[in-house]
């Protein structure tokens, strides 16, 4: 069975840097073309990046929002994804959740989320 | 704003059907057949329900379908149930350079 367990949310000052993690079990994450989407407050799902496995070269894609901020990467060996987000806005307040795709473009799994809020 | 329109509400009574929309544009929805759908449960993570327009994961109920017709795609629930009632919501693939455009998701009331 597939999980995902993100950690690492909190609060945060504008400016400041947080690092997420999302923990993957059942499959292989390096296999994996892997996602993170963000919800702010009573607001509908924005895509915030992805990797793609490492046979399609683990190369990433970010939204316009988060580019240059944002870091999507994952360690191999934890079966773990990060994202490390750095100058944060206090847009950026949201619930972030880890997803994993499907075998085309679709979100088969995802992670319960982990709420990011940032604030003075 | 959300990329694709979605009705912010909808219902029906136990038994009856209700169609979802949503409805983008040919760079999205009416561009590839990689329209999927969603369900989720307040305070819960999102579960697929619909992938490729129509395709119905194993485990999901055959009362979930889905279709498209141009820049439209709907979700259709028969045969409504009290635990259908939830928030759906539609994802599309919309090219290389922004691969993913939500919907802003349709809240399904069982009355």
């Not at chain 1, 191999?76 to 972030?96: H, P």
């Not at chain 2, 969603?38 to 994961?57: D, N």
């Not at chain 2, 919501?89 to 290389?96: K, L, N, R, V």
């Amino acid at each position: 069975e597939v999980q995902l367990v993100e950690s690492g949310g909190g609060l945060v000052k504008p400016g400041g840097s947080l690092r997420l993690s999302c923990a993957a079990s059942g499959f292989t994450l390096s296999n994996a073309w892997m996602s993170w989407v963000r919800q702010a407050p009573g607001k509908g799902l924005e895509w915030v990046g992805r990797i793609r496995s490492k046979n399609d070269g683990g190369t990433t894609d970010y939204a316009a929002p988060v580019k240059g901020r944002f870091t999507i990467s994952r360690d191999d060996s934890k079966n773990t994804l990060y994202l490390q987000m750095n100058s944060l806005k206090t847009e950026d307040t949201a619930v972030y959740y880890c997803t994993h795709y499907g075998d085309a473009e679709y979100f088969q799994d995802w992670g319960q989320g982990t709420l990011v809020t940032v604030s003075s | 704003q959300s990329a694709l329109t979605q009705p912010p509400s909808a219902s029906g009574s136990p038994g009856q059907s209700v169609a979802i929309s949503c409805t983008g544009t040919s760079s999205d929805v009416g561009g590839y057949n990689y329209v999927s759908w969603y369900q989720q449960y307040p305070g819960k993570a999102p579960k697929l329900m619909i992938y490729e327009v129509s395709k119905r994961p194993s485990g999901v109920p055959d009362r979930f379908s889905g279709s498209k017709s141009g820049n439209t795609a709907s979700l259709t629930v028969s045969g409504l149930q009290a635990e259908d009632e939830a928030d759906y919501f539609c994802i599309s693939y919309a090219g290389s350079n922004n691969p993913v455009v939500f919907g802003g998701g349709t809240k399904l009331t069982v009355l």
